[in-house]
């Protein structure tokens, strides 16, 4: 939830960035079928959801994109849709569609590759991952959101619908969290991990991508700039009637 400023001196409090955008809208739904669909047919999820040890032995490597299209319950896949709306949306028509949806599926992807790579970490804790399925589009959301607080970083965020938190510290407060849990080892059920790898690919990818954005929006302008000149000096049919060249600028 975050709050916008109108002209006047009231403050007044919006919920949510505003309509669905095409990839946004299409994720949800996506995952909305996945979630009754697994909910119907249980054993679906025994071969979508992400279980690093069938990745590497069983050469499973489709679970390491399905598993964020499953959840557990209502609640989960209620809070990650509604996280992915309100961050995603603003995202997804700043950058367009396709970026976003490229960015969207490194993010998820990165989330489970790293899940994967901490269960061969010699540490209990880890080696604990190996056996274990995980499921969910938190890791994807968690990019999603680091980038949120990189293009918007004052945008102001309730955290827990309460405390106004510009959005540089809200994503610095829920990385804090995750990585204290991952360390700690609590969370009931929730993987931390895979919280974090989503940052770090959704980080990392921003940071490669970033000079081919900024010349994809420097393209994009200047040829806006061009298509007005156009319209402006546009042509029109003029001159003799026996005049061979009519149109002028």
């Not at 557990?72 to 309100?86: R, T, Y």
């Not at 700043?94 to 899940?115: D, E, L, M, N, P």
């Not at 968690?142 to 980038?147: D, H, M, N, S």
């Not at 929006?217 to 700039?225: E, Q, S």
Request: overall charge positive; aromatic content about 16%; glycine content about 12%.
């Amino acid at each position: 939830m975050r709050s916008r400023y109108p002209s006047s001196s009231t403050l007044a409090y919006s919920f949510g960035p505003g309509p669905w955008t095409p990839v946004i809208k299409g994720l949800i739904i996506a995952n909305v079928v996945m979630y009754v669909v697994s909910r119907l047919v249980p054993t679906i999820a025994l071969n979508l959801g992400l279980v690093p040890e069938q990745v590497i032995t069983q050469l499973r490597v489709w679970q390491l994109f399905t598993y964020m299209f499953l959840h557990g319950g209502v609640f989960h896949i209620l809070l990650n849709m509604l996280g992915l709306w309100m961050f995603g949306v603003e995202l997804e028509r700043t950058w367009g569609s396709r970026y976003f949806a490229k960015f969207y599926a490194v993010c998820g992807v990165g989330a489970g590759i790293t899940q994967v790579v901490a269960s061969f970490l010699p540490v209990p804790l880890f080696e604990q991952f190996y056996y274990a399925q995980t499921i969910g589009a938190s890791g994807a959301i968690f990019g999603v959101l680091l980038a949120y607080g990189l293009y918007f970083p004052n945008r102001p965020i309730l955290m827990y619908f309460i405390f106004p938190v510009p959005a540089k510290y809200f994503v610095a407060i829920m990385g804090g969290i995750s990585l204290l849990s991952a360390i700690e080892g609590g969370g009931g059920g929730v993987a931390h991990v895979a919280h974090l790898g989503g940052l770090l690919a959704g980080y990392l990818y921003l940071k490669g991508g970033r000079i081919h954005l900024l010349s994809e929006i420097k393209y994009r302008y200047l040829k806006w700039r061009i298509n007005r000149m156009r319209r402006k000096f546009d042509v029109y049919s003029g001159g003799r009637a026996d005049d061979v060249n009519r149109r002028v600028h």
